[in-house]
C-alpha cells in the first residue's frame, strides 16, 4: 500500500507539490492581511485559497479518470478529468477573480490605513519561495514533457491539463505576489491606501485571463481533439506501407484520456484480398500500429473503396493524386 501511495504522489508530483505551498501561503497571508489591513493580502489569501481547492479537484479528476472501462462507459473514464479542469477555469474567474476584484472596488471606496508593512513583506517573501518551488516542479515536468516543441505549442497541444493548469496558476500566483507587493509598498511611499486596493483589482485582472486562458483549452479537451499530427502521420505511414492497402482515406483520431487514444482508419484494400487474409492483415496492422504507438487504446480499421469513402486529409499530408479513370 506504501509503495502504491508513493507512485500516485510521483505521479502527481506536480499537483501535490502545488497543493503543499498553496495550503501553507494561504494561512499566512490571511494572517498577515488581519494583522495590517491589506487589501490585495487578503485577495492573495483568496487566491491561495482558490488554488488550493483546484489542486484538490485536478487530483480528485485524476483518481476517477483512471477507473477501468465499463459497459457503461466502454471508452474508460479518462476524459472525466477534463471536466474538472473546466471546472477549475470556472472557479478562478468566479472565486479567484471575483473576489480580487472586488475586494480591491471596495478597498478604494472605503480606503483602510494600513499598519506596519514589515509582516506583508516577510510573507509575501516566503510566499514567492514557496510558489516559486511549485513553480520550478511544474517548468521542469513540462519542460520534460514538451521536448523541443516551443512552450506555447505545447501547451496548446498537450492533452494533460493538470500540468499546463498548475503551470498557469504558479505564473499567476507569482505575478500576483509582485504586484501585492508594489501595492503594499505604494500605499505606505504615498500614504494612500487606495493604491493596495487598485493593486487587488489588477490581481483580479490577471486571474480572469488565466482563467479564460485555461477555459478555452479546457473546452477543446472536453469535446474532443485529435491526436498529435505526428502520431496521426505515423499511423497513416504504417498502414500505407503494405502492399495489399491501395490507399489510405482517412485517419480520425480522438483522446479519450491524456495518455489514451481511439483511432477511426478506412482503407482501400486490394480487391484480390480475400475476407480471410484480410482479418489476417488487419490483425497485423494493430499490433504494429500498438507497438508504435502505446497509447492507441482502441483502432477501428474499415476497408473502404476510395472512390465512396469521406476524404478527410490530415494537416501535413497531401491527397494522393488520382488517376484518370478515378477523375473520369
Known amino acids: 500500500m506504501a509503495d502504491g ?49 483546484n489542486q484538490v479537484l485536478l487530483l480528485y479528476g485524476q483518481r476517477r479518470a483512471k477507473q477501468p472501462a465499463d459497459e457503461a462507459h466502454p471508452f474508460g473514464y479518462g476524459r472525466e478529468l477534463y471536466f474538472w479542469a473546466f471546472v477549475v477555469a470556472i472557479l478562478i474567474f468566479a472565486i479567484g477573480a471575483g473576489v480580487s476584484i472586488y475586494e480591491g472596488w471596495r478597498h478604494i471606496q472605503h480606503p483602510e490605513p494600513l499598519t506596519s508593512p514589515t509582516i506583508n513583506y516577510v510573507v509575501l517573501a ?28 505545447a501547451i496548446r497541444r498537450s492533452k494533460d491539463p493538470a500540468g499546463f493548469i498548475v503551470l498557469f496558476e504558479d505564473s499567476a500566483a507569482l505575478a500576483g505576489l509582485v504586484i501585492a507587493g508594489i501595492g503594499i509598498w505604494g500605499s505606505h511611499a504615498f500614504n494612500d491606501p487606495r493604491i493596495d486596493g487598485a493593486a487587488s483589482i489588477v490581481i483580479g485582472a490577471i486571474l480572469a485571463l488565466v482563467a479564460v486562458l485555461l477555459a478555452r483549452e479546457s473546452k477543446g479537451l472536453l469535446i474532443g481533439e485529435r491526436a498529435d499530427p505526428e502520431v496521426i502521420a505515423t499511423i497513416r505511414r504504417i498502414v500505407d506501407n503494405y502492399p495489399a492497402i491501395v490507399s489510405v482515406n482517412h485517419v480520425r483520431t480522438i483522446h479519450t484520456a491524456p495518455d489514451s487514444i481511439f483511432a477511426a482508419i478506412s482503407a482501400d484494400f486490394d480487391d484480390a484480398t480475400t475476407m480471410g487474409e484480410g482479418e489476417t492483415l488487419i490483425e497485423a496492422i494493430e499490433t504494429e500500429l500498438r507497438a508504435a504507438v502505446p497509447m492507441l487504446s482502441s483502432i477501428y480499421i474499415r476497408p473502404e473503396k476510395r472512390e465512396n469513402a469521406t476524404l478527410v486529409i490530415e494537416p501535413g499530408h497531401k491527397e494522393p493524386a488520382r488517376d484518370a479513370s478515378a477523375q473520369s
Request: charged fraction near 20%.
Open 126 to 153: 516566503i510566499s514567492f519561495a514557496l510558489e516559486g518551488s511549485s513553480w520550478t516542479i511544474a517548468v521542469r515536468e513540462f519542460s520534460k514533457a514538451k521536448g523541443d516543441v516551443p512552450w506555447w505549442r
Open 5 to 53: 501511495l508513493t507512485a500516485r504522489i510521483k505521479d502527481d508530483i506536480v499537483l501535490y507539490g502545488a497543493l503543499a505551498a498553496n495550503l501553507g501561503i494561504g494561512v499566512a497571508k490571511f494572517v498577515a492581511a488581519a494583522l495590517t489591513g491589506s487589501s490585495s493580502m487578503l485577495t492573495e489569501g483568496f487566491h491561495s485559497v482558490v488554488d488550493s481547492g
